[in-house]
């Protein structure tokens, strides 16, 4: 099976904060994905990476940035937390086949 | 980029009934469209795909079905059953996994 692991699945940070969400995958990919999840606009992509040290820009990069420096770890980098940063983050990584997605990170700024 | 859009947001069937949620995209050039389920407080998982090579796929009592020319693609679940309550999203790619796009969703309940 599978395994795509998240660090938290709550996460309550305040406004300015540096905020990093670890994203790690047992199955060798090379693909791996930043969503975020908010009602009434589904999945948005923020950042996607072919492999290591390679990243590419969704639809909506501004205020993140990423890292991939080992194939199995995707990290979120938040640089300066903003209230509507509030959402759910996903992490997934793919095959050929299918995106797997991990269990989420409920993420509140304050 | 891509654009991909999906209705009805929300969609409400008694157990048994029929259910279809529709999505468009804009890439004439995406050829991958695979459908999601995301059941409550869980993480969405793969139900079915297709690709631009074929016109229909059933599993059971899910089928896709993808009108090319009109860059549309549909999810049909037969003899619904209060399990297949969720949010579901449809998707868009060009050459797989990569980059895709989602929809914004459907929120499917059956009621029993």
């Known amino acids: 099976d599978v395994k795509v692991t998240q660090s938290s699945r709550y996460l309550v940070k305040r406004t300015g904060e540096k905020v990093f969400l670890e994203c790690v995958q047992d199955m060798d990919h090379e693909n791996m994905f930043w969503y975020r999840q908010d009602p009434g606009l589904g999945l948005r992509l923020i950042y996607f990476?072919?492999?290591?040290?390679?990243?590419e820009k969704g639809d909506i990069p501004e205020g993140y940035s990423v890292s991939r420096e080992k194939k199995e770890r995707f990290s979120l980098i938040l640089e300066s937390a903003s209230t509507n940063q509030t959402s759910m983050y996903l992490c997934a990584s793919s095959d050929p086949y299918e995106q797997y997605f991990g269990p989420g990170t409920r993420l509140t700024v304050t | 980029g891509e654009n991909v859009e999906q209705h009805p947001s929300t969609l409400s069937v008694q157990e048994g009934d029929s259910a279809v949620i529709k999505c468009t995209y804009s890439d004439s050039a995406s050829n991958y469209f695979p459908w999601y389920k995301q059941e409550l407080g869980k993480r969405p998982q793969l139900i079915i795909d297709?690709?631009?090579?074929?016109g229909e796929k059933k599993d059971q009592r899910i089928a896709v079905t993808l009108n090319k020319t009109a860059k549309h693609f549909s999810l049909h679940i037969t003899e619904t059953q209060p399990e297949d309550s969720a949010v579901y999203f449809c998707?868009?790619?060009?050459?797989?996994?990569?980059?895709?796009?989602f929809g914004a969703g459907t929120r499917l309940t059956v009621k029993p």
């Open positions: 990476s072919y492999d290591v040290k390679m990243k």
């Open positions: 297709i690709r631009s090579n074929v």
């Open positions: 998707a868009a790619s060009i050459g797989g996994n990569n980059d895709m796009r």
